[in-house]
């Protein structure tokens, strides 16, 4: 099975940028379609973005289209998620998920190996 780490978060002002990195360790992260979700408190995590294994095909909630970018470096067995133009709203833990099978879910429950979560916090 695969260890995930996440790295990157903080505090940021609105319309900033930050990376965000999920390092994987235990077994090779191109075994795996990757994603990035999200939660506050008291609330459901919430898919933010998905790569498939090779990095050639990503999907996005509609709230971060256009600002975020999922990307993987599989020779560095790392997942990034580029965050630009944040917004208070994005406000949240942040955590990467890793798929054995089938890209691109957007339903928690069907990811295997999760991370620990980073918290990002965008001050207005």
């Known amino acids: 099975q695969v260890q995930l780490v996440e790295s990157g978060g903080g505090l940021v002002q609105a319309g900033g940028s930050l990376r965000l990195s999920c390092a994987a360790s235990?077994?090779?992260?191109?075994?795996?379609?990757m994603g990035w979700f999200r939660q506050t408190p008291g609330k459901e995590r919430t898919f933010v973005a998905a790569?498939?294994?090779?990095?050639?095909?990503?999907r996005y909630t509609d709230s971060v289209k256009g600002r975020f970018t999922i990307s993987r470096d599989n020779a560095k067995n790392t997942l990034y998620l580029q965050m630009n133009s944040l917004k208070p709203e994005d406000t949240a833990v942040y955590y990467c998920?890793?798929?054995?099978?089938?890209?691109?879910?957007?339903?928690?429950?069907?990811?295997?190996?999760w991370g620990q979560g980073t918290q990002l916090t965008v001050s207005s």
């Open positions: 998920a890793a798929k054995l099978s089938g890209y691109g879910s957007r339903w928690y429950a069907e990811y295997d190996y």
């Open positions: 235990g077994r090779t992260l191109s075994t795996y379609h």
């Open positions: 790569i498939n294994w090779t990095g050639d095909n990503t």
